[in-house]
């Protein structure tokens, strides 16, 4: 468990946070070196397809044993200076790849892009609507309770006057009763 934890930790230092703060300084300089932004925008791209495919794959790898490891030496790898595998896994591995059926990813991206805003608009629709009803209805039982207290405080209150007078008179009825002198 600390083992875990110490290996996300680092992933996210040495995988994400160093990273960007290189990315940073690049374009921070005051003469940005394009090699060296290039470099950046590559890992970054990298970095990008690895945690799609390690959200979709997620079950199927994350059980292997020192899969943390191997993710943060193949972080390490990809941005090490010594190594810079950002270059060999992009020219040799996902530029071919992606030339090879970018039409194809683009078409796919469009389509996604046009359902995923007519799946918005309708549930905002949807959700509009039904909100607005709930609403109305909330209101109309607010009103109704306060209607029914109103009344029921109303009813109370006469109530409350009329037992009073009867018992009253009751009770001085009785007590004119016993002083009147029996017939």
């Given at each position: 468990m600390i083992g875990e934890f110490v290996t996300r930790s680092l992933v996210l230092v040495l995988g994400y946070a160093y990273p960007a703060f290189q990315c940073f300084k690049s374009l921070e300089k005051n003469r940005v070196?394009?090699?060296e932004l290039r470099f950046w925008c590559q890992y970054?791209?990298?970095v990008a397809v690895l945690t799609i495919l390690e959200r979709i794959g997620d079950a199927f790898v994350s059980w292997l044993p020192m899969y943390g490891e191997m993710k943060l030496a193949l972080f390490i790898y990809?941005?090490?200076p010594k190594t810079m595998g950002t270059g060999f896994?992009?020219?040799?591995?996902l530029r071919p790849y992606v030339t090879k059926h970018e039409i194809d990813i683009d078409?796919?991206?469009?389509e996604f892009r046009d359902r995923a805003w007519?799946?918005?608009?309708?549930y905002w629709q949807n959700c509009t609507e039904l909100g607005s009803e709930k609403i109305l209805q909330f209101l109309?039982?607010?009103g109704s309770q306060s209607a029914r207290m109103t009344h029921s405080n109303s009813e109370?209150?006469?109530?409350?006057?009329?037992?009073a007078n009867p018992q009253s008179s009751t009770m001085f009825g009785m007590f004119k009763n016993k002083r009147q002198p029996p017939k």
């Open positions: 070196d394009i090699r970054w791209i990298i990809l941005w090490y896994v992009y020219d040799t591995l078409r796919s991206l469009i007519n799946l918005a608009i309708y109309q039982f607010v109370n209150r006469d109530d409350r006057r009329s037992n």
